[in-house]
């Protein structure tokens, strides 16, 4: 029998956690395979969250508590996967808030993907079957959708619909090889480093629907602007996508520049221009793969091989090859169409909704892949 541990933090809860704890042992109790635990890690709680616990756990023998510092919901998490590791060892953890906006009835849902085969199961309220509360407040909707759609276009991971959701199932070897990482968070912006971490170690994540209901009782801790702020901070630190579009921008300077440099400065020939193009774009080529393959892409960068690294930039010059075709044969379909006088916005589109996402997404297969 596999062991599981439900990790809730807590801080003034004391309304909620007597009713949350009882209905997650109910929930979990037909799960003939799993012996699961619940670890309460309570940040000092002046409305004495604790003290029910404690009480609880006179009936409960697989509830536990952990009191620590008010340090933010990340480092509760981190303590609290410590304590559980020590202490317990699950194969399996949970993260869950103690506000009873997580449904403890769909717990054998995420229990089941993990079976399946998952590394890492998402509650997501933005996939079929999920929701977020009716009555939320449109500033309450456009601080959620915002801060998810941030996320998911500054990773280019579409695939996955809800990043900021914090009720999940995560197994342990991920939580240890993650440890080094997302001890560096705390705040709500925790749970995006984790998911991060977990895509870039090549682990299995799904997802389960889950209707996220507002609290009925005690008080939000979240602060939205600050929340958005952290947000757009990690993306901006920790996205390949956003590095790989800045060294695109260092590229297209090196281009202009060398090019600028040769035709205005040393005064090339006419006859000589399709030369000068040649070597600005292939020096802009190589310092790409260098830039991405040491900073955008340095957690999968390539085997410091010369055969490996040959083979590598040909492949980079043959995807860059197909990027300038596309862009040559749309400017002149889209100037035939409509006229050549906004030429530059045709080149803007074609870069920006075609070219980026191809060749992003091309790298990724064929030059910088998984190991």
């Known amino acids: 029998m596999r062991k599981a541990c439900i990790v809730l933090p807590t801080y003034n809860e004391a309304e909620n956690i007597e009713i949350l704890i009882p209905k997650i042992f109910r929930a979990v109790e037909k799960l003939n395979n799993w012996e699961v635990h619940i670890l309460v890690v309570d940040s000092l709680s002046p409305d004495k969250t604790a003290e029910i616990v404690k009480k609880l756990m006179k009936k409960y023998p697989r509830l536990h508590l952990l009191v620590t510092a008010k340090e933010g919901l990340g480092k509760a998490y981190i303590k609290g996967f410590n304590e559980a590791i020590r202490?317990?060892?699950?194969?399996?953890?949970?993260?869950?808030?103690?506000?009873?906006?997580?449904?403890?009835?769909?717990?054998?849902?995420?229990?089941?993907?993990?079976?399946?085969?998952?590394?890492?199961?998402?509650?997501?309220?933005?996939?079929?079957?999920?929701?977020?509360?009716?009555?939320?407040?449109?500033?309450?909707?456009i601080f959620s959708f915002l801060g998810n759609m941030i996320v998911r276009l500054g990773f280019m991971k579409l695939k996955i619909t809800d990043w900021t959701s914090g009720y999940r199932a995560i197994k342990s070897w991920l939580i240890k090889s993650v440890f080094d990482h997302i001890?560096?968070?705390?705040?709500?912006?925790?749970?995006?480093?984790?998911?991060?971490?977990?895509?870039?170690?090549?682990?299995?994540?799904?997802?389960?629907?889950?209707s996220f209901q507002n609290r009925k009782k005690g008080v939000s801790k979240i602060n939205f602007s600050q929340y958005i702020f952290q947000v757009l901070i990690y993306v901006f630190l920790n996205s390949s996508f956003i590095k790989y579009v800045i060294v695109g921008f260092i590229g297209f300077f090196i281009d202009f520049a060398l090019s600028y440099t040769m035709i205005e400065k040393l005064h090339f020939k006419k006859e000589s221009f399709w030369l000068v193009t040649a070597i600005s774009a292939e020096m802009a080529i190589i310092s790409n793969f260098i830039l991405n393959n040491y900073w955008s892409f340095s957690y999968k960068k390539l085997e410091n091989k010369v055969s490996t690294f040959i083979i590598s930039f040909l492949k980079f010059n043959f995807v860059s090859l197909g990027a300038l075709i596309i862009q040559a044969f749309g400017i002149q379909i889209l100037t035939n169409f409509f006229g050549p006088q906004y030429w530059y916005i045709y080149k803007v589109l074609i870069i920006g909704l075609i070219i980026i996402p191809y060749s992003y997404t091309l790298y990724n297969k064929f030059i910088w892949k998984n190991k």
């Open 183 to 210: 001890k560096n968070y705390s705040g709500y912006v925790f749970q995006i480093a984790l998911l991060d971490q977990a895509i870039k170690r090549q682990a299995i994540i799904k997802e389960t629907p889950i």
């Open 87 to 141: 202490t317990i060892n699950p194969y399996l953890f949970f993260e869950m808030d103690a506000d009873l906006s997580h449904d403890p009835a769909v717990l054998p849902n995420f229990f089941k993907q993990i079976e399946l085969g998952a590394d890492f199961v998402i509650g997501s309220r933005y996939i079929k079957g999920g929701s977020i509360p009716k009555d939320w407040g449109f500033h309450r909707k």
